[in-house]
């Protein structure tokens, strides 16, 4: 993991805001050719070539999206950008460029704003993204953060929820219910450190979902395979609310039904081994925990050789015609109509 080594505090006050902003931005390279303007004026100037701009924004809010008594800033900094992203690669697009905007208490030392700096910075460099602005002023209500990301496409690359056919297959990227489950360790340990500070947490055996959590990644790797395999897909969303909830879109978007099969939706050991410590039924973890920004989508049967046996890929299901409804089917062979029971941030839960 990544950790903050940083133990100075500077205060943010006294330094201006271009000197701020100066500073948190000094170190980052332009990289994209479509980036004509970068930070430093009014605006910054993109020029993608006749190709389609791909744009997506997101608001993270503190106490309601993460919780800075266990989210290192450096993590944070990764995440808010790594969540953007994936909408980008949802589209069937490549990233390119991000804003970020951040509003602070001034309490906050500049040392924590470069170590989530420090983070942005890894992602930006890790997925190949030029940060080409963003803005910064103080916040007396918790830290606030919102990025944008912009990416390119050919028209025809584009994927929507939208086309969908029956008799689609619907296959997921990499595992699920991780994100939400590496919560429920870190939530667990903090009543725990309250309790006795002195409490060191082994979180050794629960590493993999705590990082699923706090250090997620976004399935780039996912849109270059499909590229490589000549697998454009007919629809596609990523999961950041949890299965069931996004099911749903692509099925509302682009009327069709689904049947999605209980026991091909992929989970790793510890989710499923977590899931019985807490007593959680591990479907019901993977359908509505949030958070494991991978990538959902139809494929049409004619693709199916090309995907079959791609350790990456797992289909979980097919689409059927709209009137046959959305459901699972159980490991028992039942049918159960699907309901949106994905993360949603205003129940509190
Ligand atoms: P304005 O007063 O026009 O909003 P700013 O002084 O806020 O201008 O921003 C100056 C430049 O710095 C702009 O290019 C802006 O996009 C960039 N910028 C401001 N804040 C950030 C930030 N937190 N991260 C990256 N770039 C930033
Ligand atoms: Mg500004």
Same mark, same amino acid.
């Given at each position: 993991?990544?950790?903050?080594?940083?133990?100075?505090?500077?205060?943010?006050?006294?330094?201006?805001?271009?000197?701020?902003?100066?500073?948190?931005?000094?170190?980052?390279?332009?990289?994209?050719?479509?980036?004509?303007?970068?930070?430093?004026?009014?605006?910054?100037?993109?020029?993608?070539?006749?190709?389609?701009?791909?744009?997506?924004? /997101? &608001? =993270? +809010?503190?106490?309601?999206?993460?919780?800075?008594? *266990?989210?290192? @800033?450096?993590? !944070?900094?990764?995440?808010?950008?790594?969540?953007?992203?994936?909408?980008?690669?949802?589209?069937?697009?490549?990233?390119?460029?991000?804003?970020?905007?951040?509003?602070?208490?001034?309490?906050?030392?500049?040392?924590?704003?470069?170590?989530?700096?420090?983070?942005?910075?890894?992602?930006?460099?890790?997925?190949?993204?030029?940060?080409?602005?963003?803005?910064?002023?103080?916040?007396?209500?918790?830290?606030?953060?919102?990025?944008?990301?912009?990416?390119?496409?050919?028209?025809?690359?584009?994927?929507?929820?939208?086309?969908?056919?029956?008799? /689609? &297959? =619907? +296959?997921?990227?990499?595992?699920?219910?991780?994100? *939400?489950?590496? @919560?429920?360790? !870190?939530?667990?340990?903090?009543?725990?450190?309250?309790?006795?500070?002195?409490?060191?947490?082994?979180?050794?055996?629960?590493?993999?979902?705590?990082?699923?959590?706090?250090?997620?990644?976004?399935?780039?790797?996912?849109?270059?395979?499909?590229?490589?395999?000549?697998?454009?897909?007919?629809?596609?969303?990523?999961?950041?609310?949890?299965?069931?909830?996004?099911?749903?879109?692509?099925?509302?978007?682009?009327?069709?039904?689904?049947?999605?099969?209980?026991?091909?939706?992929?989970?790793?050991?510890?989710?499923?081994?977590?899931?019985?410590?807490?007593?959680?039924?591990?479907?019901?973890?993977?359908?509505?925990?949030?958070?494991?920004?991978?990538? !959902?989508?139809?494929?049409?049967?004619?693709?199916?050789?090309?995907?079959?046996?791609?350790?990456?890929?797992?289909?979980?299901?097919?689409?059927?015609?709209?009137?046959?409804?959305?459901?699972?089917?159980?490991?028992?062979?039942?049918?159960?109509?699907?309901?949106?029971?994905?993360?949603?941030?205003?129940?509190?839960?």
């Amino acid at each position: 993991m990544l950790e903050n080594k940083n133990q100075e505090r500077t205060s943010i006050e006294n330094l201006g805001e271009f000197e701020l902003i100066n500073h948190l931005t000094k170190g980052f390279e332009l990289n994209h050719k479509s980036t004509v303007k970068g930070i430093g004026d009014d605006a910054a100037i993109l020029d993608h070539e006749g190709q389609k701009t791909i744009v997506s924004t /997101d &608001l =993270l +809010v503190e106490g309601v999206h993460f919780d800075l008594s *266990y989210m290192p @800033l450096k993590h !944070l900094g990764y995440k808010s950008v790594i969540v953007n992203l994936s909408d980008i690669y949802a589209m069937n697009s490549i990233a390119t460029q991000i804003t970020v905007s951040i509003a602070v208490s001034n309490r906050f030392p500049l040392e924590a704003l470069e170590e989530f700096y420090a983070g942005v910075a890894t992602a930006c460099k890790v997925y190949g993204i030029d940060l080409i602005g963003g803005d910064t002023t103080s916040s007396n209500k918790g830290m606030l953060i919102s990025v944008t990301a912009l990416g390119v496409s050919n028209t025809e690359n584009i994927v929507y929820r939208s086309n969908a056919k029956p008799n /689609d &297959l =619907l +296959v997921v990227s990499g595992d699920l219910g991780g994100a *939400y489950l590496g @919560l429920q360790v !870190l939530e667990r340990e903090k009543e725990v450190f309250k309790v006795n500070p002195n409490n060191q947490p082994d979180l050794d055996p629960y590493s993999y979902i705590v990082e699923r959590q706090l250090k997620p990644e976004a399935r780039k790797d996912i849109v270059e395979l499909l590229e490589k395999l000549e697998v454009r897909p007919t629809a596609m969303i990523d999961i950041s609310d949890g299965l069931s909830s996004e099911i749903l879109h692509l099925c509302k978007e682009s009327t069709v039904g689904c049947n999605l099969f209980e026991d091909k939706i992929p989970l790793d050991p510890t989710v499923i081994s977590s899931a019985e410590e807490f007593q959680m039924d591990s479907t019901m973890i993977a359908l509505s925990g949030g958070e494991d920004y991978e990538l !959902l989508f139809t494929i049409g049967q004619d693709d199916f050789t090309k995907i079959k046996g791609n350790p990456n890929l797992t289909i979980i299901g097919h689409m059927t015609d709209h009137s046959e409804g959305i459901h699972l089917v159980t490991r028992a062979n039942e049918k159960i109509p699907i309901t949106a029971r994905g993360w949603n941030s205003f129940n509190g839960d």
